[in-house]
């Protein structure tokens, strides 16, 4: 079964970092790029970040750069994002996603999603 789950979300104040990860449960994506889209309220799905298959190219929104990384420990099948330097407006639920499309707006599969909340 396709499985990607999302974990280390939660409730921070600005300023302060978290690690989101999501494990690929069947390491059926090894070979494909993963990312991070996030919605928030009343929102549509933003592409966050991306990273190729071997992991040597990663993409990020404008939003996010310089703030966020994000990697891949394809031993372990778990993708990372690391966040840091939280703004309110990075409240969303965050979603990982693989096999992405080119343009990055949008992928064929799908986590659960993890909810970020920051205070101001």
């Known amino acids: 079964q396709v499985q990607l789950v999302e974990s280390g979300g939660g409730l921070v104040q600005a300023g302060a970092s978290l690690r989101l990860s999501c494990a690929d449960s069947?390491?059926?994506?090894?070979?494909?790029?993963m990312g991070w889209f996030r919605q928030a309220p009343g929102k549509e799905r933003d592409f966050v970040a991306a990273?190729?298959?071997?992991?040597?190219?990663?993409y990020y929104a404008d939003s996010v750069r310089f703030r966020f990384t994000i990697s891949r420990d394809k031993a372990r099948g778990t993708v990372y994002l690391q966040m840091g330097s939280l703004k309110p407006e990075d409240t969303a639920i965050y979603y990982c996603?693989?096999?992405?499309?080119?343009?990055?707006?949008?992928?064929?599969?799908w986590g659960q999603g993890t909810q970020v909340a920051v205070s101001s």
């Open positions: 069947g390491r059926t994506f090894s070979s494909v790029a």
């Open positions: 990273i190729s298959s071997s992991g040597g190219t990663t």
């Open positions: 996603a693989a096999d992405l499309r080119p343009d990055r707006t949008g992928a064929h599969y």
